[in-house]
């Protein structure tokens, strides 16, 4: 990879990802998530099929490289009574046709990092999110331990909200994971009492949903040596990184 960290050559430009950008795409998957994605995944973001997405791409890059992507964001609408979250959304949320964007993977290439290309794409997911008038949040999951990602989404104003024990299960271990959240066009949490007894009601009914599967699926058989996560798709990298080195979210908010 050429044209390393901080240089004053780069010049980054973000744009939707398309067909040709297939094969890189997929690569940087490979080599940035533990999860072996489906090659379906990447044919649904590349035919942007129920997926949306951005690519960042380096113009100055030598060597026909200009166009290769070197970062990514891969995010799906989904409705708001059917997501995991209905219960962090203000009344409402569970009855309309509200919608919400769930951020399914983002990635940055190593010599391309701290250059505030994530955070760029992240900003472009809020911009979108914010652009759809039915849509009252963005929403992500991440592994409990990737602090370098955690730190980028508490600086872009997303709150962490839930800690979901044994999320992830990847070469044999369970990790948890973190549920972060960034309210837009005036989404926000429940606040009156009712709005959050209501909460406390669905988030105990989806409790019980997720037993009531486990029991019924026996989910770990399922689970490929790669690991897998609840939500398909999900937020998860188990490359350590080198500020990887404490795991805490002391700063989360819970809602
Ligand atoms: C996480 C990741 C996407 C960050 O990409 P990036 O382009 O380097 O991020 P940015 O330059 O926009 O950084 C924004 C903020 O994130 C945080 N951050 C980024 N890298 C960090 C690191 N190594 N350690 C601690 N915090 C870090 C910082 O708060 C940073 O703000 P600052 O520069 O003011 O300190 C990138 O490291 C990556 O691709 N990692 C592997 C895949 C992954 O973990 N994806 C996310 C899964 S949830």
New binding site residues.
């Given amino acids: 990879m050429v044209n390393p960290k901080g240089s004053s050559q780069s010049k980054i430009c973000y744009r939707p990802i398309r067909p040709s950008d297939l094969d890189v795409l997929e690569h940087i998957h490979g080599r940035?998530?533990p999860i072996r994605y489906e090659s379906a995944f990447f044919q649904d973001v590349v035919n942007g099929r129920d997926i949306v997405s951005w690519g960042a791409v380096d113009l100055n890059r030598p060597n026909g490289q200009s166009d290769e992507l070197i970062?990514f964001v891969t995010a799906r609408i989904v409705l708001a009574k059917e997501s995991e979250i209905v219960d962090l959304l203000g009344y409402d949320s569970a009855k309309s046709d509200q919608t919400l964007v769930y951020i399914l993977?983002?990635?940055?290439v190593e010599s391309?990092?701290?250059?505030?290309?994530?955070?760029?794409l992240i900003r472009e997911v809020i911009k979108y999110g914010s652009s759809i008038p039915t849509c009252r949040a963005v929403y992500?999951h991440?592994?409990s331990f990737?602090?370098?990602?955690i730190?980028?989404y508490?600086?872009m104003s997303f709150k962490c909200v839930r800690r979901l024990q044994g999320f992830y299960f990847i070469n044999g271990q369970h990790y948890d994971s973190f549920l972060f959240i960034h309210y837009v066009n005036g989404g926000r949490s429940p606040c009156s009492p009712l709005e959050l007894l209501s909460a406390m009601i669905s988030y105990m009914k989806s409790g019980f949903k997720a037993v009531a599967a486990k029991l019924c699926k026996n989910e770990v058989r399922k689970i490929s040596r790669w690991g897998k996560c609840k939500e398909n798709h999900s937020?998860?990298?188990t490359?350590p990184?080198?500020?990887?080195t404490a795991v805490e979210c002391t700063g989360c908010e819970c809602v």
């Avoid at 391309?112 to 760029?120: N, P, Q």
């Fill in positions: 940035l998530f970062g993977t983002l990635g940055v391309y990092r701290s250059l505030g290309i994530a955070s760029s992500l991440v592994i990737n602090i370098s990602a730190n980028l508490k600086k937020l998860v990298s490359i990184s080198k500020r990887n």
